[in-house]
Structure formats: structure tokens, C-alpha cells
């Protein structure tokens, strides 16, 4: 197989762990087993007593019935416990396309969204984020011609990197136009849970089609990445059973603590969604006030939902200005460029603790560099 790398996580893998302050996650701030375990009312020693064994293919019983709590109309049988989203991405491609096939993927995106799509040989359209000055847009007019002998249609909502994020009826509306063209929908629901008001969330596009397959997992909204669970939920046991099949060729079983841990997550979901929403919220405002206080220099599109945004470099030297922010402030931040959109956009990373004082950075090393 013939894949472009993954710029995203190789710029990650390069710097994150050696620059100091991140102002470009998009997962949520994390918390300790035993912070989890207090929240979710459970003993740390029902997790010290766990065997180390193996773990079903398909995921534990008592956690995949936990999963399908949150989608109505599915159960345990529907879902599918992967390590992490991305093993749940490259096995869905695997398992309903092959080469030649017309996949129409929502850009930018996740890059895996769309390369694993690529690298099969199949035919990968792109149905481009439209900028506006009350947001980010998707044309939802020229979607039927784009999914003309589409087998796929890849979605994410919230939306990363823009923060998009439809409303319950023009997402009802994508779905019915899909069903027309007879494509199935593939949904990245990571971020589902952290809307900015609960009433606002969308419904899980497995819940609403036999046909449609949801993604979501343990690494964004819940804040919980280094447990590296995700899951798949699908109606269609076709897809449920080649998806199990094709796991024996990648990881065959989830970890036994992840699940364990998972499940705890599951418990508090509520609880962590809230905190991470928060946070969310105080951390948009600190970046909001540095926009405003910048307007020459930089526009802030705050995300309708979920934990990015993208902030508009006036000069349209996104990439310039975060080398300089890693060398010169010891922050790390995302150009718009690893999503292969224009240079002129800084990913912003709202969900983690340290946003405040990240910024706080930014705002010195802009005082120093005016002197």
C-alpha cells in the first residue's frame, strides 16, 4: 500500500514532546486513573484485580452494551471496540470500499479520512469548507452532484479543523440526500459531546440509518487519548462482521485495562463532558480577547462546536508564524497548510488547561517582537 505521510501527526511527533506550551491539540485535558475511577464511583481496586489476559475481537460485552446506550435504536451487537479511532478509520475503508470507488470526503480534514480512501485506489472527492464571515459553510446545493456514484460519503461534526458544526435539520438533510444517491454515510463523531449547549448535539448517523457507521471513542471529548479506544457502531452486521474479520490482520483484541478504563469514562461521561466544555468556553474567550486586541494582524473564527478553531493570519504567513512561535516562544502551534488548506491559518486547540498561559506567551513574544 502507497501512502502519503501523515503530515499532521509527523509535525506532531516531531515537536510535541520537546516544545513546552501546545496551542494546537485537539483532544481535551486529561486527568489521572484515579481522578477517572473517583469520578466514575468506582474502587482502584477493581482495576488492580483485572486479569491480563486477552479480549474479545469485537470489543468486552459489558462496554459495547455501554456504547450503544448512547445511540438509540442500536445495541451491544452494533458496535465494534477498535485501539483507537484511527484503527476504526483504515478498517471501515477497508471493509465497505474497494478500487475505483467514488468516496466524497468533507475538507479539510483528519488526513486519514480521506488517504486511506486514496491509497486504495479509489476515487477521493473533496467537498470543500466554504469561509464566510459568520463561519465556516459546506454547500449543501452541489452535494447531490458530488455524490452521483458515490459509494462513501465521509462527514465530521463538530468539525475539525473549522469548528463547523450543522444544525439537526441540515444534517437530516445530508443524510436524505445521501440516501437518494443510494451512498453510505461514514460519520467521525469524536467530538460529539463537547456542542456548546447539550440540546445542540447532533444525532449519531448510525442512529438515524442501518446503513451509516458512527466513529467516536475515548481520545477527544472524553479526554481520556492514552487509553487508545475507539469504536464503531453500524446496523448493517455485514460491515460489523468484515470489520471484526479484518481486525485479526491488526490488533485482533483491544487492551483489557483500556476497556476497563473506558468503561469507567462511559460512566462519567456527563460529568467529563461538562468539565471540557468549560474549559472550552474560557479558553475561546482568552483567544477571542487576543484577536480582538490584534484585529490588524489576526481573525478568530470561533468553532460552533467542539474543541478547534482556526485563527486567520492577516499576512497569509501561517507557516512562518509558527516557526517563529516554536523558536522564538516555545510554543507549538498548527498551520493551516498540514491540512492542505491555504497558508493563512493557525490551528487553536481550546480544550486543555494550559491555553491561558499559552497565550499569555504568544501576547509577550508579540510585545518583544514590536520593540
Same mark, same amino acid.
Given at each position: 500500500?502507497?501512502?502519503?505521510?501523515?503530515?499532521?501527526?509527523?509535525?506532531?511527533?516531531?515537536?510535541?514532546?520537546?516544545?513546552?506550551?501546545?496551542?494546537?491539540?485537539?483532544?481535551?485535558?486529561?486527568?489521572?486513573?484515579?481522578?477517572?475511577?473517583?469520578?466514575?464511583?468506582?474502587?482502584?481496586?477493581?482495576?488492580?484485580?483485572?486479569?491480563? @489476559?486477552?479480549?474479545?475481537?469485537?470489543?468486552?460485552?459489558?462496554?459495547?452494551?455501554?456504547?450503544?446506550?448512547?445511540?438509540?435504536?442500536?445495541?451491544?451487537?452494533?458496535?465494534?471496540?477498535? %485501539?483507537?479511532?484511527?484503527?476504526?478509520?483504515?478498517?471501515?475503508?477497508?471493509?465497505?470500499?474497494?478500487?475505483?470507488?467514488?468516496?466524497?470526503?468533507?475538507?479539510?480534514?483528519?488526513?486519514?479520512?480521506?488517504?486511506?480512501?486514496?491509497?486504495?485506489?479509489? %476515487?477521493?472527492?473533496?467537498?470543500?469548507?466554504?469561509?464566510?464571515?459568520?463561519?465556516?459553510?459546506?454547500?449543501?446545493? !452541489?452535494?447531490?452532484?458530488?455524490?452521483?456514484?458515490?459509494?462513501?460519503?465521509?462527514? %465530521?461534526?463538530?468539525?475539525?479543523?473549522?469548528?463547523?458544526?450543522?444544525?439537526?435539520?441540515?444534517?437530516?438533510?445530508?443524510?436524505?440526500?445521501?440516501?437518494?444517491? !443510494?451512498?453510505?454515510?461514514?460519520?467521525?463523531?469524536?467530538?460529539? @459531546?463537547?456542542?456548546?449547549?447539550?440540546?445542540?448535539?447532533?444525532?449519531?448517523?448510525?442512529?438515524?440509518?442501518?446503513?451509516?457507521?458512527?466513529?467516536?471513542?475515548?481520545?477527544?471529548?472524553?479526554?481520556?487519548?492514552?487509553?487508545?479506544?475507539?469504536?464503531?457502531?453500524?446496523?448493517?452486521?455485514?460491515?460489523?462482521? &468484515?470489520?471484526?474479520?479484518?481486525?485479526?490482520?491488526?490488533?485482533?483484541?483491544?487492551?483489557?485495562? !483500556?476497556?476497563?478504563?473506558?468503561?469507567?469514562?462511559?460512566?462519567?461521561?456527563?460529568?467529563?463532558?461538562?468539565?471540557?466544555?468549560?474549559?472550552?468556553?474560557? %479558553?475561546?474567550?482568552?483567544?477571542?480577547?487576543?484577536?480582538?486586541?490584534?484585529?490588524?494582524?489576526?481573525?478568530?473564527?470561533?468553532?460552533?462546536?467542539?474543541?478547534?478553531?482556526?485563527?486567520?493570519?492577516?499576512? !497569509?504567513?501561517?507557516?512562518?508564524?509558527?516557526?517563529?512561535?516554536?523558536? &522564538?516562544?516555545?510554543?507549538?502551534?498548527?498551520?493551516?497548510?498540514?491540512?492542505?488548506?491555504?497558508?493563512?491559518?493557525?490551528?487553536?486547540?481550546?480544550?486543555?488547561?494550559?491555553?491561558?498561559?499559552?497565550?499569555?506567551?504568544?501576547?509577550?513574544?508579540?510585545?518583544?517582537?514590536?520593540?
Amino acid at each position: 500500500m502507497q501512502i502519503r505521510d501523515f503530515r499532521l501527526e509527523r509535525y506532531f511527533g516531531q515537536y510535541e514532546f520537546s516544545v513546552r506550551h501546545q496551542l494546537s491539540p485537539s483532544d481535551c485535558e486529561s486527568c489521572t486513573i484515579s481522578e477517572l475511577l473517583e469520578v466514575a464511583g468506582q474502587s482502584q481496586d477493581s482495576l488492580l484485580s483485572l486479569r491480563l @489476559g486477552y479480549t474479545e475481537t469485537q470489543g468486552d460485552p459489558v462496554l459495547r452494551e455501554a456504547i450503544a446506550e448512547h445511540y438509540e435504536h442500536c445495541c451491544a451487537d452494533d458496535v465494534v471496540v477498535t %485501539n483507537a479511532p484511527q484503527e476504526a478509520i483504515f478498517l471501515t475503508m477497508q471493509a465497505v470500499l474497494k478500487p475505483g470507488d467514488r468516496v466524497v470526503v468533507q475538507t479539510p480534514c483528519y488526513q486519514s479520512l480521506l488517504e486511506v480512501a486514496h491509497s486504495m485506489g479509489c %476515487n477521493v472527492v473533496q467537498w470543500p469548507a466554504q469561509e464566510t464571515a459568520s463561519g465556516w459553510q459546506f454547500d449543501l446545493d !452541489g452535494l447531490p452532484q458530488l455524490l452521483d456514484g458515490a459509494q462513501l460519503l465521509v462527514l %465530521n461534526a463538530p468539525h475539525n479543523p473549522t469548528g463547523y458544526q450543522p444544525s439537526e435539520s441540515e444534517r437530516k438533510h445530508i443524510a436524505e440526500i445521501a440516501q437518494v444517491a !443510494g451512498t453510505r454515510l461514514f460519520s467521525d463523531e469524536m467530538y460529539r @459531546g463537547l456542542e456548546h449547549d447539550p440540546t445542540e448535539a447532533l444525532q449519531p448517523e448510525a442512529a438515524r440509518s442501518e446503513r451509516a457507521i458512527s466513529l467516536w471513542g475515548g481520545s477527544k471529548s472524553f479526554g481520556l487519548p492514552g487509553l487508545r479506544i475507539g469504536w464503531l457502531v453500524c446496523r448493517d452486521h455485514a460491515v460489523i462482521d &468484515e470489520v471484526i474479520r479484518l481486525k485479526d490482520y491488526t490488533t485482533m483484541c483491544s487492551s483489557g485495562p !483500556g476497556e476497563f478504563l473506558m468503561l469507567a469514562g462511559l460512566k462519567a461521561s456527563q460529568t467529563l463532558f461538562a468539565r471540557n466544555r468549560a474549559l472550552i468556553t474560557e %479558553n475561546e474567550a482568552r483567544v477571542r480577547a487576543f484577536a480582538n486586541a490584534r484585529a490588524d494582524d489576526y481573525t478568530w473564527r470561533a468553532p460552533a462546536a467542539g474543541p478547534v478553531g482556526l485563527l486567520e493570519v492577516r499576512n !497569509g504567513l501561517a507557516t512562518e508564524l509558527c516557526d517563529q512561535l516554536r523558536c &522564538e516562544a516555545d510554543i507549538l502551534a498548527v498551520p493551516s497548510t498540514l491540512f492542505d488548506m491555504p497558508d493563512k491559518h493557525v490551528r487553536i486547540g481550546l480544550g486543555r488547561a494550559g491555553v491561558a498561559k499559552t497565550m499569555d506567551q504568544w501576547e509577550a513574544w508579540e510585545t518583544r517582537r514590536r520593540k
